[in-house]
Structure formats: structure tokens, C-alpha cells
T-cell receptor
Framework: RKEVEQDPGPFNVPEGATVAFNCTYS??????FFWYRQDCRKEPKLLMS???SGNEDGRFTAQLNRASQYISLLIRDSKLSDSATYLC?????????FGTGTSLTVIP | EPEVTQTPSHQVTQMGQEVILRCVPI?????FYWYRQILGQKVEFLVS????????KSEIFDDQFSVERPDGSNFTLKIRSTKLEDSAMYFC??????????FGPGTRLTVT
């Protein structure tokens, strides 16, 4: 059973486009969620935590839907520098579960 | 900006040897973690450490693995008797109580 599942993509979008990623989780007891980005052969970098009320950081908006057990990430006005793999992460107890990641390529 | 550091960046070892991977977490963080990422696969949780003891470990973290915080700054992962399948990138991370983790650049372990 996969704790956290993501569509691996790849998503190829033109510069300026809006793109949305979804992630589902299987354990309703999971208490916190996060989005990270990972560039090729680099460490994951925290993008944002995800709150039920929804939270926004510049061009990025994250949302948690506990009833449907999914998390979303919306990127507006995508830039070339947004090209990366986006990782959905859930915390259950004291253990973190990473999704396999969704690959995004922003095309000029 | 404070950051997590890891040494070495690349470690090559022979099967059956012991390796110690080192990490210096961000100084005011309280929680420390080790993860591994086999090439092309997802990041996998190994262990979390708080208040000088393991707070959680995954099924991967068996008896060949151990962690230690030998002083106020270092956090180490020891792998006894390495196997070929231990070849992976090992990431250390640290966090405050918010659980927002900051990762180090990783140590690439190659077991031959």
C-alpha cells in the first residue's frame, strides 16, 4: 500500500501557464502535509506546508482536502526555473512518507 | 542562511565494510532525520531522532543501521556490513517543531 500517491507526469507546459498537481494519501490519521521540489540529483527543498484552509505563497497555492484525502499544488504563471520534480509528503505519527514525485518541465 | 551540511559528498566502499555518514543539522533544530533515495526511486524515510533517542524508524532501518549524536552538532548514520543494495543517496534533514524539514545535499554511497 502506498501511503502517498502522485501522478508521475511528466507535465510539459509553456511558460506562463498554470499547472496543478494532485496527490492522494491513504492514511486518514496523517496529520501534516508538505510540498517539496527536487531538482535532478539534488536534495529536496521545502516549498510549502499544506493547511486545510489553503495557503498561498506567491505563485504557489496549496490545498488539503481531508474528506477526499488529497492534496493539491497550483503553480500560476510558470517560469522556466519551476522545472523540477514536485514531491508530496505526508506525516503519519513520526514518520514521513514521500510520493514518487511529479515531473514538471516548463518550455520557453 | 543556516543550512544542513553532510560529509562526505561521495563514499565508495566495498561490500561488507562499515560506513559512517556525517551530518551537521541546523543549530537550533530539535528533530533530525535520515532518508535514502535509490537512483530513480522515491525518497524513503529511515529514522527520526529527537531528544537523543530514536523517535521513529522504518522497516528499512534494520539492525545494520544505527544513528548517533556524538556531540552537540554532529548527527551520524552508521551502516554495518554494507550490501550492494545499500547504494543510494543518503539525505540528512533537520526541523523545528513545525516539522518543516531542511535537507542536506546528500552523500552518495556506492557499494562495490
Amino acid at each position: 500500500r502506498k501511503e502517498v500517491e502522485q501522478d508521475p507526469g511528466p507535465f510539459n507546459v509553456p511558460e506562463g501557464a498554470t499547472v496543478a498537481f494532485n496527490c492522494t494519501y491513504s492514511n486518514s490519521a496523517s496529520q501534516s502535509f508538505f510540498w517539496y521540489r527536487q531538482d535532478c540529483r539534488k536534495e529536496p527543498k521545502l516549498l510549502m506546508s499544506v493547511y486545510s484552509s489553503g495557503n498561498e505563497d506567491g505563485r504557489f497555492t496549496a490545498q488539503l482536502n481531508r474528506a477526499s484525502q488529497y492534496i493539491s499544488l497550483l503553480i500560476r504563471d510558470s517560469k522556466l526555473s519551476d522545472s523540477a520534480t514536485y514531491l508530496c509528503v505526508g506525516l503519519t505519527g513520526n514518520q514521513f512518507y514521500f510520493g514518487t514525485g511529479t515531473s514538471l518541465t516548463v518550455i520557453p | 542562511e543556516p543550512e544542513v551540511t553532510q560529509t562526505p559528498s561521495h563514499q565508495v566502499t566495498q561490500m561488507g565494510q562499515e560506513v559512517i555518514l556525517r551530518c551537521v543539522p541546523i543549530s537550533n533544530h530539535l528533530y533530525f532525520y535520515w532518508y535514502r533515495q535509490i537512483l530513480g526511486q522515491k525518497v524513503e524515510f529511515l529514522v527520526s531522532f529527537y531528544n537523543n533517542e530514536i523517535s521513529e524508524k522504518s522497516e528499512i532501518f534494520d539492525d545494520q543501521f544505527s544513528v548517533e549524536r556524538p556531540d552537540g552538532s554532529n548527527f551520524t548514520l552508521k551502516i554495518r556490513s554494507t550490501k550492494l543494495e545499500d547504494s543510494a543517496m543518503y539525505f540528512c534533514a533537520s526541523s523545528e517543531v513545525s516539522y518543516e524539514q531542511y535537507f542536506g545535499p546528500g552523500t552518495r554511497l556506492t557499494v562495490t
